[in-house]
């Protein structure tokens, strides 16, 4: 069945830093690809997202690439900020389901001043 | 603010009892979706209602219900409640049936249930 599964960390960075979280999937066909955040007491927000290969996704500094060949969207800044602070998620979606979203478990990122 | 309501922010109660929660969609979207976030097993995909009508099934348990209303709210009914029920349950929303078309769900910050 359908699957995510991202590097679950907690991952710790000094401002500034560069970041990559990875996340790999499986699923049948051509799914459509996202990256949530999670503020601390906040619910979730769309990141960014691509719905086909090679695509890039990008907001706020943030960059995924859909990579069909290694079934890869990782995450990555150049340069992480204090408020960067969050859980991140990575997710895909189907075709006629695609509201129904398949959820890794989770990346606590922690950065630090 | 994503504009999804969901209330009680909070909520305590033990073994063997029937909680509701209860979403508002943000204004306009038709489709509500519920999520079971544990420790044990993540952020899990429970249902999806549009229209007040049910359109997918996740992992749901029987004891677990829920509704779409004529207003567009709905509400996730959990009954003989056990331990391993204790988790923060997400409503989200969006305009169409399939997400808008792109996948993009707007959550509310959730219902922290804890059963003692």
């Known amino acids: 069945g359908d699957s995510v599964t991202q590097m679950e960390g907690p991952v710790t960075l000094s401002e500034e830093a560069f970041l990559t979280i990875n996340c790999t999937y499986t699923?049948?066909?051509?799914?459509?690809l996202f990256w949530y955040v999670q503020y601390p007491g906040e619910g979730l927000q769309l990141l960014l997202k691509?719905?086909?290969?090679?695509d890039k996704g990008s907001n706020k500094g943030f960059e995924a690439t859909y990579r069909k060949e290694t079934t890869s969207f990782h995450l990555e800044k150049g340069s992480v900020q204090v408020s960067d602070s969050a859980v991140y998620f990575c997710a895909l979606s189907r075709g006629s389901t695609l509201g129904r979203l398949y959820f890794g478990r989770g990346t606590q990122l922690t950065v630090w001043p | 603010d994503s504009g999804v309501t969901q209330t009680p922010k909070h909520l305590i109660t033990a073994t063997g009892q029937r909680v509701t929660l209860r979403c508002s969609p943000r204004s306009g979207d038709l489709s509500v979706y519920w999520y079971q976030q544990s420790l044990d097993q993540g952020l899990q995909f429970l249902i999806h209602?549009?229209?007040?009508?049910?359109?997918a099934k996740g992992n749901i348990l029987e004891r677990f219900s829920a509704q779409q209303f004529p207003d567009l709210h709905s509400e996730l009914n959990l009954s003989s409640l056990e331990l391993g029920d204790s988790a923060l349950y997400f409503c989200?929303?969006?305009?169409?049936?399939?997400?808008?078309?792109?996948?993009?769900?707007?959550f509310g910050e959730g219902s922290r249930l804890t059963v003692l």
């Open positions: 691509a719905t086909k290969a090679d």
């Open positions: 209602y549009y229209n007040g009508e049910e359109r």
């Open positions: 699923a049948t066909g051509y799914p459509s």
């Open positions: 989200a929303s969006s305009a169409g049936l399939a997400g808008g078309h792109t996948g993009e769900l707007f």
